[in-house]
């Protein structure tokens, strides 16, 4: 196919590119490049033993909504099997193998068809599962040349990349005919598939993986761990924040903290970078702030600057705001607040959750917000209504329940290929 043909010319071109600045990349980058298993140099991994299952995500958010596959993979005790997986960042494949049942973790080779053939080659998978929507058309042809069986798993196509794939559709449909399937969260997902060129039989719905990493279990310590903090008392967590929308959190615990008294406030940005900024905000606004990490600091809101500890604190916190949803950022994993049995309020644009969100809702359990005054209504209606909280509280463990059951699916679909 001509299209092929011109993709596998523009990495030969981007890999002379690369060569000739390597040495500015070096600099700058150090060993975060990862060049030599960018390119799949001999000497930069070692194939694992056994029979190999490939797991490629592209970030660590992606390698945790796959962690509920490992791990049941991981719990079958299969002596001879290997879970490796190759993500993009080396953050993902640093941290992925302390958080993941995953024996080996590098990088994915660049998308260069012969660069993939000799990468799959070497390692020999039984089983391809690729994650959410990395469509990468090297990779997939080599799979299908190799006679490698390919699963795109948890499945989904945004509403702002939708249009893009659609307009693409006839180089997309010549990369899906090569998956032996794809497990999509929900029926919008599986029909976009089906939109840009995947076959219809190849699509099926399978659930949220996501939802598979709620559980009520996990947030035990969540209340001793908002004490160890210093916070007590009716505590309002904004978790996984973007833009304006600290700022706004901010403006609500002020126009209520006269009212209810209790009310505390931490807030968790989606990057820890954003938290210079969330500090500057606060102090315009007459408020005071201390970092997590900083016990010996005084401020009455807390910033979250530590990895891995927000699950956790959903489960010590009185209500929680899911942020990425008050801009256009189509929302973050609104089950994680949710499994921790507390009301859970967010903004309209949560497209890449909508299903969640849609159960949320319907269930009592989560509420849509427009801005400041939405949630100073919201909060001031749970803080006075303990009825109305407990309902709310009851509804989100309700949807967590409904909404599990993606892994048993996925792994009935993937069963064939792993003996």
Same mark, same amino acid.
């Given at each position: 196919m001509i299209i092929f043909i011109l993709y596998d010319l523009f990495f030969a071109l981007a890999l002379v590119i690369f060569f000739l600045s390597l040495p500015v990349w070096s600099l700058i980058f150090g060993r975060r490049l990862g060049w030599r298993q960018r390119l799949g140099l001999p000497g930069s991994w070692r194939r694992p033993a056994g029979d190999v299952v490939l797991f490629h995500a592209a970030s660590l958010g992606e390698v945790g909504a796959m962690t509920p596959l490992m791990r049941k993979l991981a719990r079958e005790r299969k002596p001879c099997r290997t879970i490796m997986l190759?993500? !993009?960042t080396t953050n993902a494949r640093d941290l992925a193998p302390e958080r993941t049942p995953v024996r080996a973790a590098r990088l994915l080779p660049f998308d260069f068809y012969p660069l993939m $053939?000799?990468? /799959? =080659?070497r390692l020999r998978p039984k089983l391809i599962i690729v994650?959410?929507?990395?469509l990468w058309p090297g990779l997939f042809r080599a799979a299908r040349r190799l006679g490698i069986p390919l699963f795109i798993v948890n499945g989904r196509i945004s509403d702002n990349s939708y249009p893009w794939y659609r307009?693409?559709?006839l180089v997309f449909k010549g990369v899906l005919v090569k998956v032996t399937g794809i497990l999509t969260r929900d029926a919008v997902d599986a029909e976009r598939y089906r939109r840009i060129g995947t076959p219809a039989g190849k699509v099926k719905v399978c659930g949220d993986l996501k939802a598979e990493l709620s559980s009520g279990a996990d947030y035990v310590a969540g209340r001793r761990l908002m #004490? *160890?903090?210093? !916070? =007590?008392? #009716? $505590? !309002?967590?904004?978790?996984? /924040?973007?833009?304006?929308e600290a700022a706004d959190l901010l =403006?609500?615990?002020l126009r209520l903290k006269a009212k209810i008294r209790d009310l505390r406030l931490l807030l968790a940005p989606r990057h820890l970078k954003h938290l210079a900024s969330i500090e500057k905000k606060a102090a315009s606004l007459g408020v005071t702030t201390r970092r997590r990490s900083? *016990? =010996?600091?005084r401020g009455e809101v807390v910033l979250l600057d530590t990895h891995g500890e927000l699950a956790s604190l959903y489960g010590g916190a009185w209500v929680a705001f899911v942020g990425g949803s008050l801009v256009r950022r189509g929302g973050q994993n609104l089950l994680e607040a949710a499994a921790a049995g507390i009301p859970v309020f967010f903004g309209p644009h949560v497209e890449n959750f909508r299903a969640i969100a849609r159960l949320l809702q319907e269930g009592g359990g989560g509420h849509c917000v427009r801005g400041v005054d939405d949630i100073v209504a919201f909060i001031s209606t749970l803080a006075g209504e303990k009825r109305a909280y407990r309902k709310m509280a009851a509804g989100a463990l309700d949807a967590v329940k409904e909404s599990r059951g993606a892994v048993a699916l996925i792994m009935k679909e993937l069963k064939p290929y792993l003996h």
């Amino acid at each position: 196919m001509i299209i092929f043909i011109l993709y596998d010319l523009f990495f030969a071109l981007a890999l002379v590119i690369f060569f000739l600045s390597l040495p500015v990349w070096s600099l700058i980058f150090g060993r975060r490049l990862g060049w030599r298993q960018r390119l799949g140099l001999p000497g930069s991994w070692r194939r694992p033993a056994g029979d190999v299952v490939l797991f490629h995500a592209a970030s660590l958010g992606e390698v945790g909504a796959m962690t509920p596959l490992m791990r049941k993979l991981a719990r079958e005790r299969k002596p001879c099997r290997t879970i490796m997986l190759t993500t !993009l960042t080396t953050n993902a494949r640093d941290l992925a193998p302390e958080r993941t049942p995953v024996r080996a973790a590098r990088l994915l080779p660049f998308d260069f068809y012969p660069l993939m $053939v000799i990468f /799959l =080659r070497r390692l020999r998978p039984k089983l391809i599962i690729v994650a959410e929507t990395e469509l990468w058309p090297g990779l997939f042809r080599a799979a299908r040349r190799l006679g490698i069986p390919l699963f795109i798993v948890n499945g989904r196509i945004s509403d702002n990349s939708y249009p893009w794939y659609r307009y693409c559709r006839l180089v997309f449909k010549g990369v899906l005919v090569k998956v032996t399937g794809i497990l999509t969260r929900d029926a919008v997902d599986a029909e976009r598939y089906r939109r840009i060129g995947t076959p219809a039989g190849k699509v099926k719905v399978c659930g949220d993986l996501k939802a598979e990493l709620s559980s009520g279990a996990d947030y035990v310590a969540g209340r001793r761990l908002m #004490k *160890q903090i210093g !916070l =007590r008392g #009716k $505590v !309002l967590i904004g978790g996984s /924040l973007h833009g304006r929308e600290a700022a706004d959190l901010l =403006r609500v615990y002020l126009r209520l903290k006269a009212k209810i008294r209790d009310l505390r406030l931490l807030l968790a940005p989606r990057h820890l970078k954003h938290l210079a900024s969330i500090e500057k905000k606060a102090a315009s606004l007459g408020v005071t702030t201390r970092r997590r990490s900083d *016990q =010996r600091a005084r401020g009455e809101v807390v910033l979250l600057d530590t990895h891995g500890e927000l699950a956790s604190l959903y489960g010590g916190a009185w209500v929680a705001f899911v942020g990425g949803s008050l801009v256009r950022r189509g929302g973050q994993n609104l089950l994680e607040a949710a499994a921790a049995g507390i009301p859970v309020f967010f903004g309209p644009h949560v497209e890449n959750f909508r299903a969640i969100a849609r159960l949320l809702q319907e269930g009592g359990g989560g509420h849509c917000v427009r801005g400041v005054d939405d949630i100073v209504a919201f909060i001031s209606t749970l803080a006075g209504e303990k009825r109305a909280y407990r309902k709310m509280a009851a509804g989100a463990l309700d949807a967590v329940k409904e909404s599990r059951g993606a892994v048993a699916l996925i792994m009935k679909e993937l069963k064939p290929y792993l003996h």
